[in-house]
C-alpha cells in the first residue's frame, strides 16, 4: 500500500470514560472506553487501527456497522477481544509501544463502519490512569489493476533509459578486440589448409621402401 493510500480517514475521537464495575469507583475499575466516531453518512471499510498504547494491557475491538445496502440498521459487532497489548500487566514492558491492528486479525469483515468502540483493560494497580493515544483508523482501498500495470509499464521504461552499465567494460572496445581475433583465426585456417602433408612424401620425394611396404 503507497503512502497515499495509507491516509486516515478523518474522524473524532471521544475523550475515555471510566466505567463503574460493582462497588468500585470508575477510576480504579480497570476497564475504560474509547469512541472512535466517522464521518456521519460516510461508512468506511477499514484496513487497520493504528495508536500508541498508554499502560493499556488488553484492547478489545467493536465496530457499529451497516449492511451493504444501507437500508437495514446499524448493528454493534465484535472484531476482536482481549488483544493483549503488554507483556505483564504489571510490568512495563509494551506499556508505550505504537500498535496496529490489521484487518486481517478481526473475526469479522470491517466493513460499512460507522464508529469504533475500543473498551480498553487494564487488571493491575500498579497504573493509576491508562488509555490508547495517537488513534488513526486507515480505510480498506481495493487494488487497481490498471494502475499496477501501468506502474510495472513505468519501471520498465525506467530501466530502458539508464540501463547500469557501471563495471562494463567500453563497446567500442571489445568490438575491435572481437574483430581482431576473427581475423587472427581467418590466417591460422588459410596456413593450415595450404599445406600438403604426404604419406610417403620425405623432402619432397617418395621413398620406395616405404611404398614397398605397403
Same mark, same amino acid.
Given at each position: 500500500m503507497s503512502a497515499e493510500d495509507r491516509k486516515p480517514a478523518s474522524c473524532s475521537i471521544k475523550p475515555p470514560v471510566y466505567l463503574h464495575i460493582g462497588d468500585v469507583d470508575a477510576a480504579h475499575s480497570g476497564v475504560c472506553v474509547v469512541d472512535v466516531c466517522l464521518p456521519f453518512g460516510k461508512?468506511?471499510?477499514?484496513? =487497520?487501527?493504528?495508536? !500508541?498504547?498508554y499502560y493499556t494491557a488488553y484492547v478489545t475491538v467493536?465496530?457499529?456497522?451497516?449492511?451493504?445496502?444501507? =437500508?437495514?440498521?446499524? !448493528?454493534?459487532?465484535?472484531a476482536l477481544r482481549d488483544l493483549p497489548l503488554m507483556d505483564n500487566p504489571h510490568t512495563e514492558g509494551g506499556s508505550q509501544d505504537y500498535c496496529s491492528i490489521h484487518r486481517a486479525q478481526m473475526r469479522v469483515e470491517p466493513d460499512h463502519v460507522t464508529s469504533v468502540r475500543l473498551i480498553l483493560r487494564q487488571p493491575s494497580s500498579a497504573w493509576l490512569t491508562f488509555s490508547l493515544e495517537e488513534i488513526q483508523i486507515i480505510p480498506h482501498v481495493q487494488p487497481n489493476p490498471e494502475k499496477e500495470v501501468s506502474d510495472w509499464l513505468s519501471d520498465l521504461t525506467l530501466v530502458d533509459q539508464h540501463p547500469d552499465l557501471e563495471g562494463l567494460p567500453d563497446p567500442q572496445t571489445v568490438s575491435s578486440s572481437l574483430q581482431q581475433m576473427w581475423a587472427l583465426t581467418e590466417v591460422m585456417q588459410s596456413n593450415q589448409t595450404s599445406a600438403s602433408i604426404g604419406r610417403y612424401?620425405?623432402?619432397?620425394?617418395y621413398d620406395i621402401k616405404l611404398l614397398s611396404l605397403t
Open positions: 461508512p468506511v471499510d477499514i484496513q =487497520e487501527i493504528t495508536f !500508541k498504547n467493536r465496530l457499529l456497522r451497516r449492511g451493504p445496502g444501507h =437500508e437495514a440498521p446499524a !448493528k454493534w459487532c465484535t612424401d620425405v623432402d619432397g620425394c
